[in-house]
């Protein structure tokens, strides 16, 4: 790819970018949110058209119009969010769009299922193809992806953040599987934001900034500071920079919480400034905990106390409040409405602060809005800019803002950092100390374990709907937590 | 930045503005009569009943719904109010119990959509029969006819020299562009739309704002119900029978989007401006009713193709 170009409304996305893939490479592709990885990923399988520049395949020019003249030249993409049809079967979502018939025109699912499974057990995975893919774990639909790209002889595959969902062994498994797709000559252009893979997986690394190349190197001679440095333009000197602030009283308190299959026994409390980290495996009942505790679910028993006071009335309102905030985990489904502008979406838990008879006051919510753009250094060419079109990163800074606009007591973060670039991470970080500074109790879900222990004050364990363990910072090691986890 | 924006907002808008424009430069020059006063203020007053019903369709579709019993719920209220009329209610209540009916009906719908979990298209296909059926039977299938002058004038009055239907679809349109833009109903609309999952965690009342959503699209449908009443100086169990195409097709040539989340109140109001005139025109021109039928058909399809074009377009 060499000279790309992308313009958006308002924003230079890509300028002047080049950008070269070896036959047989894992190639890393490393930058902030913003910086325009997915920009480029998109415009090379035919999501995004170029504004400028020119991309050759084997010497040749190509013109990439649609994701189909992508596929043509073998070229596909595996997104972070998977693009699986969730009701069909594993063979039928491989060989979508291309199945193989009989007599011109009927299904021939004996052949499709043969051939699924071949491409399947090439890979070395065992799963029924018959089974609807929505049966499957997530990394298993992953595979289902590697499996369809497979089959559609690409040459060159892309995967986004693949690993963001996926436990320590599968990790493993699927990097054993792109060693072996690596030997075949596949090429492979990988993005993640978790530096210690990189090197495990990656040959080279490109890294970009604000839409500019700031370099391609071999991953055997850079180390992490350098990237780092690189991505971000200064030092970091401090991956976390906890600050503990002094704890007052209790603010939440939970006593004996029971969903029916799903949270059993739950009790603890939280206190004022303190950071409440909360580890688990997936489907431990993190993110349902923290459902229940908002009001999003229903309980089948329990107390839960605010400020000491009995919750009564279990809604998000209802939580809202009484100040309790919930950075979603997904925060495209659940966090933001995309189509809505910064402003709209800051306001929209706290909408009747700013209105008087239903009727919206819109220069004090567009004061409210430039105050957190500027306490948190939102890029947007404007308040009226369609959240949709800001970064990762700076979209988190606005569900962020949502709460903080609330002036929550207890804030609720559900994978705060989950595909955010360092220098975000470093940002949200901060955040975290003011808000415990000021008196805010924080709960911190996270499957990433030294993010736990580097901003918790304690940590909570939970396996299977119960909570397994309970450490203080002092105590706790990746190794207890793991043990706890997986319910030693 | 301000031109910008609005350009963003409402740039959609402006396209169809513009079609607006030269439909209307076209008919200007085929047939003169087009650009009269009086045409012109005939366009508005006939456009005037299906425009007022589908500014109520764009809140409806902008939460991602539909509403598919306007037309029904029109004719059982344009009966309800006319028989109370006629059996001696004060003309101010009379009116009331009109858009009260319409409001009513469009209520249940939104409890069925909300707290039923209805899917929209079931919920107000069940009304549009339920709703016509009670019209049928309230009057035995008799229109309703023989009111007073008074009551007329809410037809044939005029202020200003403009048609009070005129001024009265005017009013919802600036009113309901308010409500849309300007209060918590309005955003809760396009937030429901837009993404309703992060519109409950972030604290919205959904079930409630989707009902009054849809209570509102009744009401209207029942206000729209008291001028087609006095201008045919009769209410008819089978009035409006096929408004609700009209009106959806208003508001998605004016760019709202079926999806859900986005769309305006003045794009609806070109939309069925372009309709009306295109009617008008039609028939000015002579063509057939037969062949109107075609070519509105064709216009629909084409805005809508020129609409995902647009937007494409700015991906």
Same mark, same amino acid.
């Given at each position: 790819?060499?000279?790309?170009?992308?313009?958006?409304?308002?924003?230079?996305?890509?300028?002047?970018?080049?950008?070269?893939?070896?036959?047989?490479?894992?190639?890393? =592709?490393?930058?902030?949110?913003?910086?325009?990885?997915?920009?480029?990923?998109?415009?090379?399988?035919?999501?995004?058209?170029?504004?400028?520049?020119?991309?050759?395949?084997?010497?040749?020019?190509?013109?990439?119009?649609?994701?189909?003249?992508?596929?043509?030249?073998?070229?596909?993409?595996?997104?972070?969010?998977?693009?699986?049809?969730?009701?069909?079967?594993?063979?039928?979502?491989?060989?979508?769009?291309?199945?193989?018939?009989?007599?011109?025109?009927?299904?021939?699912?004996?052949?499709?299922?043969?051939?699924?499974?071949?491409?399947?057990?090439?890979?070395?995975?065992?799963?029924?193809?018959?089974?609807?893919?929505?049966?499957?774990?997530?990394?298993?639909?992953?595979?289902?992806?590697?499996?369809?790209?497979?089959?559609?002889?690409?040459?060159? =595959?892309?995967?986004?953040?693949?690993?963001?969902?996926?436990?320590?062994?599968?990790?493993?498994?699927?990097?054993?599987?792109?060693?072996?797709?690596?030997?075949?000559?596949?090429?492979?252009?990988?993005?993640?934001?978790?530096?210690?893979?990189?090197?495990?997986?990656?040959?080279?690394?490109?890294?970009?900034?604000?839409?500019?190349?700031?370099?391609?190197?071999?991953?055997?001679?850079?180390?992490?500071?350098?990237?780092?440095?690189?991505?971000?333009?200064?030092?970091?000197?401090?991956?976390?920079?906890?600050?503990?602030?002094?704890?007052?009283?209790?603010?939440?308190?939970?006593?004996?919480?029971?969903?029916?299959?799903?949270?059993?026994?739950?009790?603890?409390?939280?206190?004022?400034?303190?950071?409440?980290?909360?580890?688990?495996?997936?489907?431990?009942?993190?993110?349902?905990?923290?459902?229940?505790?908002?009001?999003?679910?229903?309980?089948?028993?329990?107390?839960?106390?605010?400020?000491?006071?009995?919750?009564?009335?279990?809604?998000?309102?209802?939580?809202?409040?009484?100040?309790?905030?919930?950075?979603?985990?997904?925060?495209?489904?659940?966090?933001?409405?995309?189509?809505?502008?910064?402003?709209?979406?800051?306001?929209?838990?706290?909408?009747?602060?700013?209105?008087?008879?239903?009727?919206?006051?819109?220069?004090?919510?567009?004061?409210?809005?430039?105050?957190?753009?500027?306490?948190?250094?939102?890029?947007?060419?404007?308040?009226?800019?369609?959240?949709?079109?800001?970064?990762?990163?700076?979209?988190?800074?606005?569900?962020?803002?949502?709460?903080?606009?609330?002036?929550?007591?207890?804030?609720?973060?559900?994978?705060?950092?989950?595909?955010?670039?360092?220098?975000?991470?470093?940002?949200?970080?901060?955040?975290?100390?003011?808000?415990?500074?000021?008196?805010?109790?924080?709960?911190?879900?996270?499957?990433?374990?030294?993010?736990?222990?580097?901003?918790?004050?304690?940590?909570?364990?939970?396996?299977?709907?119960?909570?397994?363990?309970?450490?203080?910072?002092?105590?706790?090691?990746?190794?207890?937590?793991?043990?706890?986890?997986?319910?030693? | 930045?301000?031109?910008?924006?609005?350009?963003?907002?409402?740039?959609?808008?402006?396209?169809?503005?513009?079609?607006?424009?030269?439909?209307? +430069?076209?008919?200007?020059?085929?047939?003169?009569?087009?650009?009269?006063?009086?045409?012109?203020?005939?366009?508005?007053?006939?456009?005037?009943?299906?425009?007022? +019903?589908?500014?109520?369709?764009?809140?409806?579709?902008?939460?991602?719904?539909?509403?598919?019993?306007?037309?029904?719920?029109?004719?059982?209220?344009?009966?309800?109010?006319?028989?109370?009329?006629?059996?001696?209610?004060?003309?101010?209540?009379?009116?009331?119990?009109?858009?009260?009916?319409?409001?009513?009906?469009?209520?249940?719908?939104?409890?069925?959509?909300?707290?039923?979990?209805?899917?929209?298209?079931?919920?107000?296909?069940?009304?549009?029969?339920?709703?016509?059926?009670?019209?049928?039977?309230?009057?035995?299938?008799?229109?309703?006819?023989?009111?007073?002058?008074?009551?007329?004038?809410?037809?044939?009055?005029?202020?200003?020299?403009?048609?009070?239907?005129?001024?009265?679809?005017?009013?919802?349109?600036?009113?309901?562009?308010?409500?849309?833009?300007?209060?918590?109903?309005?955003?809760?609309?396009?937030?429901?739309?837009?993404?309703?999952?992060?519109?409950?965690?972030?604290?919205?009342?959904?079930?409630?704002?989707?009902?009054?959503?849809?209570?509102?699209?009744?009401?209207?449908?029942?206000?729209?119900?008291?001028?087609?009443?006095?201008?045919?100086?009769?209410?008819?169990?089978?009035?409006?029978?096929?408004?609700?195409?009209?009106?959806?097709?208003?508001?998605?040539?004016?760019?709202?989007?079926? +999806?859900?989340?986005?769309?305006?109140?003045?794009?609806?109001?070109?939309?069925?401006?372009?309709?009306?005139?295109?009617?008008?025109?039609?028939?000015?021109?002579?063509?057939?009713?037969?062949?109107?039928?075609?070519?509105?058909?064709?216009?629909?399809?084409?805005?809508?193709?020129?609409?995902?074009?647009?937007?494409?377009?700015?991906?």
């Amino acid at each position: 790819m060499q000279h790309i170009r992308k313009t958006f409304p308002g924003v230079v996305a890509l300028d002047n970018v080049s950008f070269e893939l070896r036959k047989g490479e894992v190639h890393v =592709l490393l930058g902030e949110n913003g910086a325009g990885k997915s920009t480029l990923m998109k415009i090379l399988s035919g999501a995004y058209q170029k504004s400028e520049g020119e991309i050759l395949i084997d010497g040749q020019e190509v013109d990439i119009r649609s994701p189909r003249d992508a596929q043509g030249l073998g070229i596909s993409i595996i997104y972070q969010e998977l693009n699986l049809v969730p009701h069909l079967s594993a063979a039928a979502n491989i060989f979508l769009g291309r199945e193989p018939l009989r007599y011109g025109s009927l299904l021939d699912r004996k052949t499709m299922n043969r051939e699924a499974r071949q491409i399947l057990g090439g890979l070395g995975i065992d799963v029924d193809v018959r089974r609807a893919v929505s049966d499957l774990s997530i990394a298993q639909q992953q595979m289902v992806e590697v499996a369809k790209a497979i089959s559609l002889d690409s040459k060159i =595959l892309i995967m986004d953040e693949p690993t963001s969902a996926l436990t320590e062994r599968e990790i493993k498994e699927l990097f054993s599987r792109i060693r072996k797709l690596k030997a075949a000559g596949v090429s492979i252009i990988y993005i993640s934001h978790r530096m210690e893979e990189l090197f495990e997986i990656g040959d080279r690394v490109t890294v970009l900034r604000d839409g500019k190349n700031v370099g391609s190197h071999e991953l055997s001679e850079i180390t992490t500071p350098d990237l780092i440095r690189l991505m971000v333009n200064r030092e970091l000197t401090n991956q976390f920079p906890k600050i503990r602030a002094s704890q007052g009283g209790e603010v939440l308190k939970v006593e004996d919480l029971n969903r029916k299959g799903i949270l059993h026994n739950i009790s603890f409390s939280l206190h004022r400034g303190e950071v409440l980290g909360i580890a688990g495996l997936l489907g431990s009942g993190r993110t349902e905990l923290a459902r229940a505790l908002f009001g999003a679910d229903n309980i089948d028993s329990g107390k839960i106390y605010f400020k000491g006071k009995l919750q009564p009335a279990r809604s998000p309102r209802s939580a809202i409040n009484s100040g309790i905030g919930f950075l979603t985990e997904d925060r495209k489904k659940q966090g933001l409405v995309l189509a809505l502008s910064v402003r709209e979406n800051v306001c929209l838990p706290s909408v009747d602060k700013f209105s008087k008879y239903g009727i919206v006051n819109a220069a004090e919510e567009n004061n409210a809005a430039a105050k957190y753009i500027k306490e948190l250094r939102i890029k947007t060419p404007s308040l009226n800019q369609k959240v949709t079109y800001l970064s990762g990163g700076n979209q988190q800074k606005v569900v962020l803002s949502k709460w903080l606009c609330c002036q929550a007591d207890v804030l609720i973060f559900d994978e705060p950092t989950r595909g955010i670039d360092v220098g975000s991470k470093a940002e949200i970080y901060e955040l975290m100390n003011q808000l415990t500074a000021s008196g805010v109790g924080v709960i911190m879900i996270s499957s990433e374990l030294p993010e736990l222990l580097g901003m918790s004050d304690r940590i909570l364990v939970m396996h299977q709907g119960r909570i397994s363990g309970e450490f203080t910072s002092e105590e706790a090691t990746q190794e207890k937590i793991l043990h706890s986890a997986l319910g030693g | 930045m301000k031109t910008r924006y609005l350009l963003q907002v409402y740039g959609r808008q402006f396209g169809t503005l513009f079609g607006l424009i030269a439909l209307s +430069i076209v008919l200007w020059i085929l047939t003169p009569h087009f650009m009269t006063v009086s045409n012109l203020l005939n366009v508005a007053q006939q456009t005037a009943i299906v425009a007022i +019903i589908a500014a109520g369709m764009t809140f409806v579709i902008i939460t991602a719904g539909i509403d598919l019993s306007v037309g029904s719920v029109l004719a059982f209220s344009g009966v309800v109010m006319a028989t109370l009329l006629l059996g001696g209610l004060p003309l101010g209540l009379a009116l009331l119990s009109g858009v009260g009916t319409g409001l009513f009906c469009g209520l249940i719908n939104g409890l069925l959509i909300s707290v039923g979990r209805l899917p929209p298209f079931i919920a107000t296909l069940g009304m549009m029969s339920v709703a016509r059926g009670a019209a049928l039977v309230f009057t035995e299938g008799r229109p309703v006819s023989g009111f007073s002058d008074s009551f007329r004038q809410i037809a044939v009055g005029e202020v200003l020299r403009i048609p009070a239907p005129v001024v009265i679809m005017l009013a919802v349109y600036l009113i309901a562009h308010f409500v849309l833009t300007r209060t918590k109903l309005g955003r809760y609309t396009y937030a429901i739309g837009g993404n309703e999952e992060a519109a409950i965690l972030s604290g919205v009342n959904v079930r409630l704002y989707r009902t009054l959503v849809y209570g509102l699209c009744g009401g209207l449908s029942g206000l729209a119900a008291i001028i087609l009443t006095a201008r045919l100086n009769s209410a008819q169990p089978i009035a409006g029978i096929m408004y609700e195409l009209d009106a959806i097709a208003a508001v998605v040539i004016g760019g709202t989007s079926l +999806i859900g989340g986005e769309g305006t109140v003045f794009g609806t109001l070109i939309g069925a401006l372009i309709m009306g005139v295109l009617r008008n025109g039609l028939t000015l021109l002579g063509v057939s009713s037969f062949v109107q039928q075609i070519v509105i058909g064709s216009v629909i399809i084409v805005a809508v193709l020129f609409d995902m074009a647009w937007k494409t377009n700015r991906k």
